[in-house]
């Protein structure tokens, strides 16, 4: 068979050193938040043209999994996903670390990365194959559609904005029509600059989007610190009894990671985000997530995990990136002249086979290797990206100018460097730029091609059926984010203050009308507006104030449970200053942090002052 021939043949020094190395370059760059397994890849990019096309992807793959695996150390470790795919590894493992139980922690989180791996990797190797031998019947206008529903889909999941993601994806399709017409053989909008005659090259647009513009970003608003946090390493291995209270746990959220993984252009980032959200759903205890629930930690890292090898599906099948990073992946390909989609199995079988052996003993080396160097890695964190920089500008400018000789490239980078800047600023995603750059031309060629085959008709698109079931789902995923948006706004439902909920104190009663007041504020809060910070302001002061005054009248009247509500005060106080440590640090974007206070705040008013409180009318 072909995936025990290229077990076999990973089975050698070679293939096993740069899976080794791959994994531990993605692990140290995941573990540095800002830099990551995308701008890894895209600077090794220029390092693997001279090397065989089997070793290359080894080593590429192996730091896509490794980079999504060691995001989670920093995020526990010290409060900073190293990578967005870790930001729901943050909620609970740091709070959990704080605690004193930093080892248990990082242990749950390596555990549940691997089991997600392993997982999403049975998914890979058994549904490859077939949807490989299934897309072969595509013919141009399949093929089209498809990009087309992948376009789509992408710009829908650009962070919560489907007019940016649009415009973006657009932006990045004119990008890739510049250069020579590869029907005609015309030139097309280069206005006469013969330099862009071939078009701008993958390897500059790539670095510059990535990697220039998050130097530029970091630089101009000033690069903080990351602070240490030495944690104690007790209960480090995992035992038999967390199989039967975290397997199920891992692997619904597995599955959720490795379906999310599927779609193209979503990322782990979301299928975290998803599986998160449905644990705690499931969840007995919904309330304790986020102050160290370990249910959090294994169901953020094992569905970050899984997408890995789910994204890897339909790359390998069909050519459609299901990440950012495999984007940059198709790019590989290309650049060693191969041709992703259902022909790699054909075409390279080895190459492949390969790729899908590669990425499990992927993951068995990033378990050994996360257990072996998990404190040493996390001080690499320490290092200030600023003596990181100049190295990796320098890193850019050789690889680029190596790419054809040509300064023309390094300054194409740099421009692009510019405007990805620009894209961040603006609050517009790269995803979908990158994407839409990537998958224009296939776009462009299947349509082109169909035209050809069909006489010029386009009757086609709409008779065949896998045609129309592409074209369905397209118009759904387009249309989904708009219903969604409108059923929001029907169901929203104000929290108002009611008398009934009154606890018979004038004194207390204000203050839980002042927190009613807050998650109004809340509500009505916008991104950009700059009302943030107010509000964790607010809670501040609300905690400052109200929490003496009820513990003091409950001492006074002698009321049982003191110490345990003085416990729950505690919790609170301290989610505060997680959330202000998180707001000044900025390692959390804005709306994550309003969907977390959000959520906290009306449990905490349901679960504290009308369930807790309440009992106490009339004694205070």
Known sequence: MPLIDAFVAIASPAPLFFIALGVLLGIVVGAIPGLGGAMLIALLLPVTFYMDSLLALMLLVSIYVGSVSGGLITAIMLKMPGTPSAVMTVLDGYPLAAQGRAGRALSLGIMASFVGGI??????????????????????????????????????????????????????????????????????????????????????????????????????????????????????????????????????????????????????????????????????????????????????????????????????TLGIPGSVIDAILIGALVIHDLQPGPLLFQNSPDIAYGVIAAALVANFVMVALMFAGVRPIAKIAGVPKGYLYPAIIVCCVIGTYALGNNLFDVWVMFAFGVVGYIFRRGGFPIGPFVLGYILAPLAERELRSGLMLYDGSLLPLFTRPICVVFILLTLVLALWPLVQAWRKKRQKQEIIWQ??????????????????????????????????????????????????????????????????????????????????????NSTVARSVLHAQISAYLQTWLIDHILKTDMPYKGKL
């Open 119 to 316: 997982i999403s990797w049975g998914f890979l190797a058994l549904l490859a194959p077939p949807l490989a031998d299934f897309a072969l019947q595509f013919g141009p206008y399949e093929l089209f559609t498809l990009v087309l529903m992948a376009l789509v889909l992408i710009a829908t999941v650009s962070e919560k904005s489907l007019v940016k993601g649009l415009l973006i994806g657009a932006f990045g399709m004119a990008v890739a029509m510049v250069g020579t017409d590869t029907s005609s053989g015309e030139g097309r909008f280069y206005f006469g600059f013969e330099d862009l005659s071939a078009g701008f090259r993958l390897l500059p647009v790539l670095l510059g989007v990535f990697v220039i513009s998050q130097i530029i970003e970091d630089v101009l608003k000033g690069d903080p610190a990351i602070p240490q946090q030495d944690g104690k390493l007790k209960e480090f291995m995992p035992s038999a009894g967390d199989a039967a209270k975290h397997g199920p746990n891992a692997v619904r959220s597995s599955l959720i990671g490795t379906w999310i993984g599927v779609l193209p252009g979503v990322g782990s980032a979301i299928a975290a985000i998803v599986a998160y959200s449905t644990t705690r759903s499931f969840s007995k205890t919904p309330e304790k997530f986020g102050t160290g629930e370990e249910a959090g930690i294994v169901s953020a890292e094992a569905s970050n995990n899984a997408s890995v090898n789910g994204a890897l599906i339909p790359l390998i």
């Open 499 to 584: 008398d009934g909920w009154s606890v018979g104190n004038p004194d207390l009663d204000s203050d839980h009308k002042r927190l009613v007041k807050i998650i109004q504020d809340v509500g009505n809060w916008r991104e950009g507006e700059g009302s943030l910070p107010r509000i964790i302001t607010e809670l501040e002061q609300y905690t400052r104030y109200h929490f003496d005054r009820e513990e003091g009248m409950m001492a006074a009247a002698g009321i049982e449970g003191l110490e345990e509500h003085k416990q729950k005060h505690r919790e609170f106080v301290a989610w505060v200053h997680s959330i202000r440590d998180a707001l000044d």
